[in-house]
């Protein structure tokens, strides 16, 4: 079994400590990177090392990277590395329905063919927990 550290560098902690303001982002990092470590745990390799997709993993009612710009073409798959949530994905303006759940473990696809800023909202959460994110689909090929 790999060993995981889960110790945060000091320098992020210090950070904390004199920028309280910022305590919202500094959770949402140490959210995604508890999200990183349990995808390692789960699948045996970063999640950026997947061939042909660009991983966003759903997490604790949250997507990580809650922001990313990605080229045309690009396939996401979103991946639920929760212990017992379900969640779906809704690319709200691309006129397609929800995605069925992925329960833990599983995961959704989609591939972006359009340009421009996409919301992304988890069906069963987005409206009580703020589970949304926005994926950004560059012009320029991939
Ligand atoms: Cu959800």
């Not at 329960?103 to 421009?116: A, H, R, V």
């Amino acid at each position: 079994m790999m060993q995981i550290t889960k110790t945060l560098p000091a320098f992020l902690i210090a950070c904390a400590v004199a920028f309280p303001a910022l305590a919202t982002d500094d959770d949402k990092t140490k959210l995604c990177a508890e999200a990183e470590e349990r995808y390692v745990e789960l699948f045996g390799h970063p999640s950026s090392e997947e061939e042909g997709v660009t991983v966003v993993t759903m997490y604790k009612y949250s997507f990580c990277p809650a922001e990313l710009t990605v080229p045309l073409g690009t396939t996401v798959r979103w991946v639920n590395v929760d212990k017992r949530t379900s969640h779906s994905v809704i690319v709200k303006d691309s006129g397609t329905p929800e995605s069925d759940r992925a329960f833990p473990e599983e995961f959704i696809e989609f591939t972006f063919l359009t340009d421009g800023p996409q919301e992304i909202l988890c069906g069963p959460h987005w409206e009580t927990q703020e589970m949304i994110s926005r994926i950004t689909v560059d012009t320029v090929e991939n």
